[in-house]
């Protein structure tokens, strides 16, 4: 029984989505930015639904998803750092990129405030919103089941899960990444996946699987 929070449906697990999208922007200010930065697939698929030339400018990408997300709609990926952002980040942007300027188009709601890290360390982003995240209800009777195994892909997913459902002791989470680690409740069973991608928590959960026959 593994458990899929994301809206992506995926085979073998039960979908139970947690999330929804909303666009809140008409149009993107391109005026002032040679380069745009997505931390997520969302914000990728956001920006190609309102202004189609989001392509014509090159991206960084924050984890491999949305980089893959940015390929597929046929942009151009210049940097994508290999592990969680942080000090990583900064350095190499500081390195690599302080002399361009920085589109962030970014969700209402962030788990990590990149904005604000990088300023830190002197490097100035434009940002922009471009949509916004809310939670599905749940009737009590959809709880998982117990014994289950439910993959959180981000910090939005586990505070909408706590919203509708409490955990059970039986439960195990597989998180998609230590920044969701940080929003999970001190109580909760976990293993981080391998990389920050969907199928490797699958691969994680079917792991746990394997090894409890």
Partial sequence: MIYLLSPLKKEKTISLPMISFEITANSIDFSNCDTLMFTSKQAVVSADSIDKSWKDYPSIAIGGATKNKIEELGGEVIYYPKKFYGEVLANDIKEQFSNR????????????????????????????????????????????????II????????????????????????????ATKEHLPKECKYAIADEPLIDSCIKKAKEILFRDR
């Fill in 101 to 148: 300027k920085i589109l962030y188009l970014r969700p209402q709601i962030v788990s990590f405030d990149s904005r604000g890290f990088l300023a830190k360390e002197g490097i100035i982003l434009d940002e922009q919103i471009i949509y916004k995240t809310s939670c599905q209800k749940y009737d009590i009777s959809q709880k998982p089941k117990k014994g289950a």
């Fill in 151 to 178: 993959i959180f892909t981000s910090p939005s997913t586990i505070k909408c899960f706590f919203e509708n459902f409490s955990w059970d002791s039986s439960y195990r989470a597989i998180l998609i990444g230590n």
